[in-house]
């Protein structure tokens, strides 16, 4: 089955020109099946890990959001310990004129600023909102054993 | 009918006090002929006397109707504050219908009220790309494009010079097709119409949304007018869309509601019943499909006088508990210890709680060790300490019992009514036979029929009166109540047996329908009595609840 012109488009622009900090690249055997490394942004608890994601564009993409899915463990309020991630481009706020690279740069932008009053992982954001320095201290701990 | 002249304020306004100075052509379908001018927070007023201080009136209205006055209030606000009609509807959609709220804001500061609604004033229309709110980056560019148009330009152009590239598709358009191929609205968000037509059509039947769908654009709020729908998507999915807009016009009118019953399609208007007087009201309404509803909650039937509150606690409790609860009371019994529930499936009567670890008799439920060697016999039933440990487990049981007490009651007059039909065919039958055999005539015979009406009717309310018997305080108001109640089961159940009768001979015919009509028309007075007073009962504040209303 032939990929729609929007996808061969972004799937180039990303393969040759991608995002600082972000990777992308489909699979061989589904080319709408994308294996995903983000890095941790600068001065946040995740800095200096490199995190896994595999993201997969529906058959109605882009009418319907991709499905993004973190791979490498990480503590984070608005990500669950299956790696689903609570953003809200990726439900209600999905429009069409989004694209698989603004989603990755709200994912890491995610990172750089956790929501722990809009928790996903409700132990994490308790934490969060209970000890925030210990939160942090153990998110960076969990980036150095899990995404180094 | 029209429903011209009446509904201008009272539409959308959840003031009950103010719903009733317009109501002069109340017709055809009211609940009663009497004027509508008519206040049930002081039931001393007695213009009519068949009008109940705890009766409503409302009409049935038809979807034309309902589409009439959504149209009426868009030409008002569209002629006073002079925009055009699919601005007027977005507006009011936006304001819920609140003409004045919509009013006072428009004139207060129309951009924002405008801006707020999701439309851009006229003059100026916007033509700033949106930053994208809920992503923390900055917006990144779009794909690439061999014409590297920045998204200002892109925008701006209301109508593109040069080849557009559509930013969801990524087709290209050559600039003679950019006008008739591809679409934006006043934000100027540019995109092909084959885009457009995908994400309307899957807003509408994808996600059931109507009257909030905005422009495609990441974070742009710019609401999608009702012509522009209607132009761009398949006929099938705008009258589906335009289905959607009169279900949640429906919706957001406090005074309107869909008559619950299958295939359907009125709708009830009742300006009396707003929900702050559900703790006295119980405003059953009948639509023209024949069907009774409540108005407060959409009930299917009417649930009189049980309030709708009450109803909806009472049918909570019955899904949740009464099966479980009836299997628990007929086959265990709790540890007079822990009061865990046991299951005895098999085995002697020496029980050993698998919780505690007590050890007891399942027939006397006293303690294992006063029995000695007695295995597999229990003679202490009447022992003191055995007593004692039923007595316990009895309180235990006690609030159980009580519930299943009024459910079971509650649940045979439901089975009752639902054999309505069964009903209404056998006394059919009979009244042939009558007609056949005591050479009455057909209308001397209806009076069968007019004694099932009114036993179904009596079970309908009776049904309902033993969830309102489980919920009120025990006082001596309550007791009048259950007094009224026991008269008007004894009337039912005296007449649901004279029904049941055969017809021996001609002679007894006469004295049967003598007896049956006496007795219907007694039913009939218990009923009202009953309703009369429990109803009433409300608006004195009358009636004390266990739990709060």
């Known amino acids: 089955m032939s990929l729609p012109k929007r996808i061969l488009k972004e799937t180039e622009r990303l393969m040759s020109d991608s995002p600082p900090g972000i990777s992308a690249a489909p699979k061989d055997d589904n080319l709408r099946h994308f294996d995903v490394t983000v890095t941790g942004p600068e001065s946040s608890p995740y800095e200096g890990g490199i995190f896994k994601l595999e993201l997969f564009l529906p058959e109605e993409y882009p009418m319907n959001p991709p499905k993004v899915r973190f791979l490498t463990k990480i503590y984070h309020p608005n990500i669950d310990k299956l790696g689903r991630i609570c953003l809200d481009i990726l439900k209600d706020k999905w429009s069409p004129a989004l694209q698989i690279r603004t989603v990755l740069l709200s994912i890491q932008a995610l990172l750089g600023a956790p929501n722990p009053d809009d928790p996903l992982a409700n132990d994490v954001a308790q934490h969060w909102k209970e000890d925030q320095s210990g939160a942090i201290a153990q998110a960076r701990e969990w980036t150095k054993q899990f995404a180094q | 009918m029209s429903s011209d002249g009446e509904n201008e304020d009272l539409m959308f ?66 002629s006073l504050l002079e925009v055009p009609a699919s601005t007027a509807a977005i507006l009011l959609r936006h304001y819920v219908w609140n003409s004045e709220k919509l009013q006072e804001q428009f004139w207060n500061d129309p951009t924002a009220a405008l801006q707020g609604a999701g439309l851009s004033p006229p003059s100026s229309p916007s033509t700033r790309t949106q930053t994208l709110p809920s992503s923390p980056e900055k917006r990144p560019n779009r794909l690439p494009r061999t014409t590297v148009a920045s998204p200002s330009i892109r925008t701006r152009s209301r109508l593109p010079t040069e080849p557009f590239e559509c930013p969801i598709c990524c087709t290209d358009f050559d600039k003679t097709l950019v006008e008739g191929s591809t679409f934006a609205m006043g934000c100027g968000h540019r995109f092909c119409r084959d885009c457009w037509g995908e994400y309307l059509s899957g807003k509408v039947k994808g996600e ?31 009258k589906r869309y335009h289905n959607l807009l009169n279900a949640a016009f429906v919706a957001d009118s406090s005074n309107l509601r869909w008559c619950p019953h299958p295939n359907c399609e009125y709708i009830i208007e009742c300006n009396q019943a707003p929900a702050r007087m559900l703790n006295q009201l119980v405003p059953t309404v009948e639509c023209k499909c ?193 007094d009224n109640q026991r008269d008007l089961e004894r009337a039912v159940e005296s007449l649901g047996y004279l029904l049941e009768q055969n017809i021996v001979d001609t002679d007894s015919i006469a004295k049967l329908r003598q007896d049956i009509t006496n007795q219907a028309a007694y039913v009939q007075k218990r009923h009202d009595i009953l309703m009369d007073d429990t109803l009433k009962g409300y608006l004195e504040r009358r009636w004390e609840f266990s739990v709060d209303i």
């Open chain 2, 208 to 238: 059931g949304e109507s009257a909030k769908i905005q422009c495609m654009e990441s974070g742009c709020q710019r609401v999608v007018r009702e012509e522009v729908i209607d132009e761009i998507v398949s006929s099938d999915i705008s």
């Open chain 2, 13 to 78: 306004e959840d003031e009950y006090d103010d719903a009733f100075d317009q109501d002069e052509d109340m017709e055809d379908v009211d609940s009663t002929s009497e004027p509508d001018v008519y206040d049930a927070l002081s039931p001393a007023i007695e213009e009519a006397p068949q009008k109940k201080p705890y009766d409503i009136s409302w009409k049935v209205r038809t979807l034309q109707e309902i589409i009439d006055m959504q149209n009426k209030e868009i030409k008002k606000i569209q």
């Open chain 2, 290 to 482: 024949g069907h009774e509803l409540c108005f407060g909650c959409g009930y299917g039937a009417s649930h009189r006088p049980v309030l709708c509150r009450i109803v909806k606690m009472w049918e909570k409790k019955c899904a949740d508990d009464s099966e479980t609860a009836n299997w628990l009371q007929a086959n265990t019994k709790e540890c007079t210890k822990c009061q865990s529930t046991i299951e005895k499936n098999g085995g002697c009567n020496h029980m050993t709680c698998k919780k505690c670890k007590w050890e007891f008799c399942w027939v006397c439920m006293g303690p294992w060790s006063e029995h000695g060697t007695n295995w597999y016999q229990c003679n202490r039933f009447d022992e003191r300490s055995g007593i004692d440990a039923r007595d316990t487990q009895a309180k235990s049981r006690a609030s159980l019992e009580r519930y299943l007490h009024y459910f079971n009651r509650w649940a045979n007059h439901e089975h009752s009514a639902k054999l309505d039909a069964e009903f209404y065919r056998k006394t059919e039958k009979k009244m042939e036979q009558m007609q056949n055999s005591g050479n009455l005539s057909w209308i001397e015979v209806q009076f069968a029929k007019a004694a099932v009406d009114a036993v179904i009717k009596a079970r309908i309310t009776l049904k309902w009166s033993y969830c309102m018997a489980f919920y009120l305080k025990r006082n001596n108001m309550t007791e009048l109540f259950e």
